[in-house]
């Protein structure tokens, strides 16, 4: 007899990885997600960066998370016949003197090498603001986010394991044996809705989100590279003569938008030299939990209601690490982390 499929609620870049760690197991799921083109997961640039942060530190766990990050793109990309990660070095220019300081205290730190490509030039600095200096990072990139999501999308829909639609947690009735929704049976029920699950949860209503808000511009600016750039902003070739520049961080999410193009516009000055030319603006909503990396995992009370939320910036990294987790967790019963368990500290 063969068992009732995951339901899986939403399909960004959380749903998504964790349809992709049932399908290789040959494990049966159903990804509803409404399909809206400006979700965040879809105008997300999809930066990947080894080194982050004001106080240019390795991201969180990036040594464990990015190689298997990586190996999930490039089945996909294999199966699909599409291109969907493209690997590019990052320059960091620093804009502050402390910014230096803090990189030359810790610039000699084991394994901080693996990140940096000490050989590699920085910019021009007749086109670009360099004054500072600053490094090139290797093994940096960027996710096609809109583009892989719609080619595993199409792909899920074609084995029936996709539905547009809103699954609304009054709708979901579970037992200890499993879960029901509009009259059809599932083992369990996954709600991976990105921000959308800061408000009105029936079943993770603790969960403290910390949203912020974030605005990105398709750019045109007459610069010859090829690499990503960042400072105090990024800078992302995406196709011939066209770029994309962000983002803005806003936890205050009531701020005109008109307020965020305008300091987008102002970092953007503050990073190149030449002129440049912003177009189309979006703006996505990173969902942020209060002091947790992300949560995963069963709900307390209701062992068949589970979470995978709280992403942030970070999505393209951590998803497919921590939906393997997941999966092998409902599959396989291996026990969660506890940084991540959604019931540590509930």
Not at 35 to 52: F, Q, R, Y
Not at 207 to 224: H, P, Q, T, W
Not at 306 to 321: H, I, Q
Request: hydrophobic fraction near 45%; glycine fraction near 8%.
């Amino acid at each position: 007899m063969t068992a009732p499929p995951i339901l899986i609620a939403g399909g960004g870049l959380a749903g998504t990885a964790l349809g992709w760690a049932l399908h290789e197991r040959g494990v049966p799921f159903l990804i509803v997600d409404p399909n809206e083109a400006g979700t965040c997961s879809k105008i997300a640039a999809g930066l990947v960066t080894p080194i982050t942060g004001k106080r240019v530190k390795p991201s969180w766990r990036v040594g464990e998370l990015l190689p298997v990050a990586l190996a999930l793109y490039r089945r996909v990309e294999m199966l699909l016949g599409g291109e969907f990660y493209h690997e590019r070095p990052l320059v960091r220019l620093f804009k502050e003197a402390h910014e230096v300081e803090w990189w030359r205290g810790r610039a000699d730190e084991p394994g901080l090498d693996q990140w940096v490509d000490a050989a590699a030039p920085l910019v021009d600095p007749a086109l670009v603001h360099s004054e500072f200096g600053g490094f090139v990072q290797r093994q940096a990139g960027w996710l096609d986010t809109a583009a892989y999501l719609e080619a595993s999308r199409a792909f899920f829909e074609n084995i029936s394991a996709w539905r547009q639609g809103v699954i609304a947690e009054e709708e979901v009735d579970a037992s200890e044996n499993g879960v029901l929704w509009q009259g059809e049976d599932f083992s369990h029920v996954v709600f991976c809705r990105g921000a959308e699950q800061r408000t009105g949860s029936r079943f993770f209503s603790w969960l403290k989100f910390d949203c912020a808000r974030g605005v990105i511009a398709s750019l045109k600016v007459n610069l010859a590279e090829v690499r990503i750039i960042n400072r105090g902003c990024w800078l992302l070739p995406h196709t011939a003569g066209h770029w994309r520049a962000g983002s803005t961080y806003e936890f205050d999410l009531t701020t005109p938008m008109e307020t965020s193009i305008a300091d987008l516009h102002r970092k953007l000055s503050l990073l190149l030299r030449i002129p440049f030319e912003m177009s189309e603006t979006q703006a996505g909503i990173r969902p942020i939990i209060k002091h947790r990396q992300l949560v995963l995992g069963r709900h307390p009370a209701h062992p068949r209601v589970c979470v995978f939320n709280g992403l942030g910036s970070k999505g393209v990294l951590r998803a497919p690490y921590f939906a393997k987790m997941l999966a092998e967790h409902l599959l396989d019963d291996k026990p969660l982390e506890p940084v991540v368990d959604v019931r540590a500290n509930d």
